[in-house]
């Protein structure tokens, strides 16, 4: 157990934290999934008064929600476990904590089972799809067309400069899908040699704006200038309910150390370095959101967060976020 401020905090939850802040678990999926995982866990080993758990499980809420501050299914998880116990105290509020979580990881898996399906309708035997960094939805939406029997190939992006493509190339590789590696900066050499574009989300607000791994939106105007399809494979908890509500979301500015060493910086004191770790591309430049309710289009968003999550939910959130976790 590790000492909170005023809750002791196990072990295994600050693992998943650190794991979260260092990006030993990332993806906006997997970090929702392993949120959900840590408000389970946390309520099961909770130990104190049981008049004070609610106010703990906030405490914890608060810490998951600042790991990283991007990819809305991370706050998305956090209050779908965290809403239900509003009402709810004591043993009830520990009991609904476990469920909630248990029913946000099985739906969001369904979720990628079933964009998964859909997905691969889009693809076509022979077909040569680019991605970009590492997405869990669109390795699932690769690996069900191959599957199903269809020879496709990929050119994928190192995606520097956390190079997250190595591990998308790896894992296709592991599953047998033929795959190129290609410099980001080649991708307009590229993209004629394309059918189609497939990358992840970290958010989409309900203008139909998509907020993914840097380097996304350039990949998006290319597609657009050469007409070639360009997707975003997304489990619906990366819908935006916040942004409905005029929420900002939040591009993540991560150390100028992982594009420079430290040797570099000290020998070039006049440079400034950034390294911003999303970039927000338009809905003009994206040809649809494969999701598990459906392909839509991206002036539709806003009835995804309507359908899911209902359109008060974004001022709740926002509230929550706002007051409830100023948890100091
Ligand atoms: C990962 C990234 C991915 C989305 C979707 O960024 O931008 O495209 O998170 O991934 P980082 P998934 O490596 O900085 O977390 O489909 O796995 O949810």
């Not at 401020?5 to 939850?13: A, N, T």
């Not at 609610?54 to 790991?67: D, E, F, G, M």
């Not at 509500?245 to 939040?250: E, Q, T």
């Amino acid at each position: 157990m590790v000492e909170g401020r005023h809750w002791r905090i196990p072990r295994e939850v600050e693992d998943i934290i650190d794991g979260i802040k260092s990006m030993r678990i990332r993806g906006a999926g997997k970090i929702a999934r392993s949120a959900a995982e840590a408000l389970k866990i946390a309520a099961l080993k909770y130990r104190g008064d049981l008049k004070e758990f609610t106010p703990y499980i906030n405490y914890v809420a608060h810490k998951l929600i600042r790991t990283r501050p991007t990819a809305v299914s991370l706050p998305n998880a956090v209050f779908y476990v965290i809403s239900r116990i509003k009402d709810l105290t004591g043993e009830d509020a520990r009991e609904t904590v476990i469920k909630a979580a248990d029913e946000f990881i099985t739906l969001s898996k369904k979720a990628l089972d079933r964009l998964s399906e859909i997905g691969a309708k889009l693809i076509k035997d022979g077909y040569v799809i680019m991605t970009h960094c590492h997405s869990t939805a669109v390795v699932s939406v690769l690996q069900k067309a191959w599957n199903q029997g269809k020879s496709i190939r990929v050119i994928n992006t190192e995606t520097r400069p956390k190079f997250q493509g190595r591990i998308t190339a790896r894992v296709l590789a592991s599953i047998g899908i033929p795959v190129t590696h290609i410099p980001d900066s080649s991708v307009r050499m590229f993209i004629n040699r394309v059918d189609m574009v497939i990358v992840g989300a970290d958010t989409i607000t309900s203008d139909g704006h998509l907020i993914n791994k840097v380097g996304t939106s350039l990949i998006a105007l290319a597609a657009w200038e050469s007409g070639t399809s360009f997707y975003s494979a997304t489990e619906f908890i990366k819908f935006s309910p916040a942004s409905f509500a005029g929420g900002d979301v939040i591009i993540e500015e991560r150390s100028p150390l992982e594009v420079v060493s430290e040797d570099w910086i000290k020998a070039n004191p006049k440079v400034n370095v950034l390294n911003p770790a999303f970039d927000v591309t338009p809905p003009e430049y994206i040809t649809g959101f494969i999701t598990d309710l459906g392909v839509i289009p991206p002036k539709a968003a806003v009835l995804v967060i309507k359908e899911m999550f209902g359109l008060e939910s974004g001022y709740m959130q926002l509230k929550l976020i706002e007051e409830e976790y100023a948890i100091e």
